[in-house]
């Protein structure tokens, strides 16, 4: 449905006038228009996606409703085990590690999974600590209560 616009123009100025205001704000809408597509495709590339959905808060909203993370680590932590720590062990040892491994896996969910990320990353990183200086007091062997101290 086309919106026709009433105008009134009465010489051929005006005309020229509402001309070059029309293009004005056809231009105008047009380079607002391609800033809003910017922004809007933005929201998609892999780095705003993954900012968005791959933070630890994201992931807590997701994990309280289906407990992704406690359902992969259930699974991912016994094939992890068994396939690196207890490589050359036999069935049952295997079986108990798997099961182990399992529960321990479904008690982690993305609370704990980002504070041991956090922990292991402040390893690496090295939290600096300020060293506090402490006031060192210069004995002279001059005794407090003396007079020429």
Request: charged content about 25%; hydrophobic content about 40%; proline content about 3%.
């Amino acid at each position: 449905m086309r919106k026709s616009r009433k105008y009134d123009i009465k010489n051929l100025e005006e005309l020229h006038a509402m001309v070059c205001q029309l293009k004005a704000e056809h231009t105008l809408q047009g380079e607002m228009l391609v800033k809003d597509v910017k922004i809007y495709l933005h929201q998609f590339t892999p780095g705003a996606v993954i900012k968005k959905y791959a933070a630890p808060s994201a992931l807590l909203k997701v994990d309280e409703k289906y407990n992704i993370s406690s359902t992969i680590m259930s699974w991912v932590l016994p094939l992890l085990m068994n396939s690196t720590l207890f490589r050359g062990s036999g069935i049952l040892t295997k079986a108990v590690v798997g099961l182990a491994s399992g529960k321990v896996g479904k008690a982690l969910d993305a609370e704990h999974l980002s504070a041991i990320f956090n922990s292991v990353k402040s390893w690496f990183t090295g939290a600096k600590k300020k060293k506090v200086k402490t006031e060192t007091v210069i004995d002279y062997g001059i005794p407090p209560d003396s007079e020429s101290y």
